[in-house]
T-cell receptor
Framework: DQQVKQNSPSLSVQEGRISILNCDYT??????FLWYKKYPAEGPTFLIS?????DKNEDGRFTVFLNKSAKHLSLHIVPSQPGDSAVYFC???????????FGAGTQVVVTP | EAQVTQNPRYLITVTGKKLTVTCSQN?????MSWYRQDPGLGLRQIYY???????DKGDVPEGYKVSRKEKRNFPLILESPSPNQTSLYFC?????????????FGPGTRLTVL
């Protein structure tokens, strides 16, 4: 049973607009949440993370929001650029020692 | 350049023929892990290693073996591959000192078992 769920397999957004990716989890013990980005024929690359003691973390165009009561997190990309077209994976772990649970991924397509 | 390398990148084999996928990292990371990616399931952890000679099962270890004799290498062994092991495999490494769970992934190995 998947503990991390990304219910939108795909998202299409216009260049310059905001992309919002959503992720839900079921395990209340999760303490760290991460987003990875993956291009075809490459491995995932780390994008941004947040620990459970925070509700927001920002890095340039990328912001992750965490709502622990709803067991929900989201990734905002503003403004979206063509190079953001990729698959985005949400991941969570109970501690900082590497055992990650991944969602199924969301394919983002940024159109001109 | 800091990186995780995997070989081979593509492999087609037949049921029952033993194979090894190699993984090497040049970042002196203590932690290494293997994942498989399947459609609709995301990445699932197969095995991980906290350091040399220390390995443990992940969520889907059946049919796989690993070893960690050196810090930089973490090979994945399929003793008797079966078609349900057809998948995209990723190796990852992480510094245990850095914390935060930021793992560095290799480019992937696409395995097909006929």
């Amino acid at each position: 049973d998947q503990q991390v769920k990304q219910n939108s397999p795909s998202l299409s957004v216009q260049e310059g607009r905001i992309s919002i990716l959503n992720c839900d989890y079921t395990n209340s013990m999760f303490d760290y949440f991460l987003w990875y980005k993956k291009y075809p024929a490459e491995g995932p690359t780390f994008l941004i993370s947040i620990s459970s003691i925070k509700d927001k973390n920002e890095d340039g165009r990328f912001t992750v929001f965490l709502n622990k009561s709803a067991k929900h997190l989201s990734l905002h990309i503003v403004p979206s650029q063509p190079g953001d077209s990729a698959v985005y994976f949400c991941a969570a772990s109970i501690d900082s020692w590497g055992k990650l649970q991944f969602g199924a991924g969301t394919q983002v397509v940024v159109t001109p | 350049e800091a990186q995780v390398t995997q070989n081979p990148r593509y492999l087609i084999t037949v049921t029952g023929k033993k194979l090894t996928v190699t993984c090497s990292q040049n970042m002196n990371h203590e932690y290494m892990s293997w994942y498989r990616q399947d459609p609709g399931l995301g990445l699932r952890q197969i095995y991980y290693s906290m350091n040399v000679e220390v390995t443990d099962k992940g969520d889907v270890p059946e049919g796989y073996k690993v070893s960690r004799k050196e810090k930089r290498n973490f090979p994945l062994i399929l003793e008797s591959p079966s078609p349900n092991q057809t998948s995209l495999y990723f190796c990852a490494s992480m510094s245990s000192l850095a914390g935060g769970n930021e793992q560095f992934f290799g480019p992937g190995t696409r395995l097909t078992v006929l």
